[in-house]
């Protein structure tokens, strides 16, 4: 068996400054800490602050307002930070920056009187914080079909933006269907698919013609693990998401196999390693790293409220 290991994958700069806030607050302020959903969408990272006394909530009524409350990379609506404001809580803010910028082109857009298609998925933590900065003014798209359904007020006067860890081919042809019914339709001025997910399916993509099959590392609720997946199976291959390796099947494999392993931005790499070790010891496979797209060094800083 021959692995190819993906380069890029796993952690990118928005999870590893979210995961370096939680565990610098509960440096600084001790157990319990609270943190409105998800830090990140991971199994193993949730598992790992809830033994630390991490305790994640969905409602800020949950929160103590004598412990601070750390708001996860996804972003929340101001709602949510009007909420926080009224009760007073001590908020820190570990939003990606790269969602920030959709939130800031969601108002750009929305004070400029124009209806703002928001492409992504119904229900994740990241549009629902998104479409609550102008919630009269967007219009959740999820597929082509929902371009035609789609009622603006002014054809002429119609912007677009995306979900960051959406399917950059998906997200394209829908960004054609928009062009095509709204000809003066507007987008952002820099692509709101982020670096990391577009780097890692980048990657997959370029391993794809070799491999027999996929194991891609990540949760079943982290949007662009699944994405990962979706692009080999599209691909008529087969892909298996997981957390680890006590979720494979040995039948999925044969000892011939070369497998192509990556993992999701928010998938850690003792899952990548663990997921490795398992493949070496059952099947005696050899791993071949593959640099598929150019190295990565994006950093972004810790939240303000945790820098002095």
Request: net charge negative; charged share 25%.
């Amino acid at each position: 068996m021959k692995i190819l290991l993906a380069e890029p994958r796993g952690f990118c700069a928005g999870v590893e400054m979210a995961i370096a806030t939680v565990e610098r607050a509960l440096d600084l302020f001790g157990a319990p800490l609270y943190v409105y959903h998800e830090i990140v969408h991971n199994k193993h990272v949730v598992e790992h602050f809830v033994e630390r006394g991490v305790i994640f909530v969905e409602n800020l009524e949950d929160v103590p307002e004598d412990r601070p409350i750390v708001f996860s990379a996804h972003g929340v609506s101001p709602e949510i930070r009007r909420q926080a404001a009224e009760r007073k809580l001590q908020v820190i803010d570990a939003t990606c920056p790269l969602v920030a910028k959709v939130h800031y082109e969601a108002i750009r857009f929305a004070r400029k009187g124009y209806t703002i298609l928001l492409i992504g998925h119904a229900g994740h933590d990241e549009v629902v914080g998104t479409m609550g900065e102008a919630p009269d003014r967007i219009c959740l798209i999820e597929s082509i079909a929902d371009v035609d359904k789609a009622q603006v007020d002014d054809p002429s006067k119609v912007a677009y933006l995306s979900q960051t860890t959406l399917s950059v081919d998906d997200a394209e042809r829908i960004h054609e269907a928009i062009r095509d019914r709204f000809p003066h339709a507007v987008g952002p001025k820099k692509d709101d698919i982020c670096y990391a997910t577009q780097n890692r399916q980048a990657a997959v993509k370029k391993l794809l013609d070799e491999a027999d099959v996929a194991l891609i590392l990540g949760s079943k609720n982290s949007s662009n693990s699944s994405r990962l997946a979706e692009i080999v199976q599209t691909a008529g291959k087969p892909a298996y998401l997981i957390d680890d390796s006590s979720e494979i099947d040995p039948g999925w494999l044969h000892s011939s196999d070369a497998v192509l392993i990556s993992a999701g931005a928010s998938a850690p790499e003792d899952d990548v390693v663990d997921c490795i070790d398992y493949l070496k010891e059952r099947f005696g496979a050899k791993v071949e790293y593959r640099q598929a797209t150019a190295s990565e060094s994006a950093h972004f800083p810790l939240p303000r409220e945790l820098r002095s």
